[in-house]
C-alpha cells in the first residue's frame, strides 16, 4: 500500500490478519523487534485513524535516525 512512498524516517507494519496490530489510540507506542537475546525498539507508531486492518499497514517513525538527538536529550536532564 505504502512501497516507494515511505520517507527514510518512516518504516511499516500490516497485521497478520484482521483485528490483531495498530490501533486507534496507540500513537507513541512501540515496534520492538526480538534480536538474539534482546528487544530493540525500532519504531514509534504514529497517529492512526485505521484499526489493525490487513488491507492498511501501521505506520512507525524509525528510532535509529533519532538516537544521537535522544541521548542529547537525556542528558540535559
Known amino acids: 500500500a505504502l512501497r516507494g512512498r515511505l520517507k527514510e ?3 511499516c507494519t500490516a497485521p497478520l ?11 507513541g507506542g512501540p515496534l520492538a523487534c526480538l534480536t538474539a ?8 507508531i504514529t497517529p492512526s485513524r485505521v484499526c489493525a486492518r490487513t ?9 535509529s535516525l533519532y538516537v544521537d538527538w535522544i541521548h542529547k ?3 540535559m536532564g
Do not use: H, N, T
Open 17 to 27: 490478519r484482521a483485528g490483531v496490530g495498530a490501533c486507534e489510540g496507540d500513537y
Open 55 to 63: 488491507d492498511q499497514p501501521a505506520l512507525f517513525i524509525r528510532v
Open 9 to 11: 524516517s518512516e518504516l
Open 73 to 75: 536529550v537525556m542528558k
Open 37 to 44: 537475546d534482546c528487544w530493540v525498539l525500532e519504531g514509534v
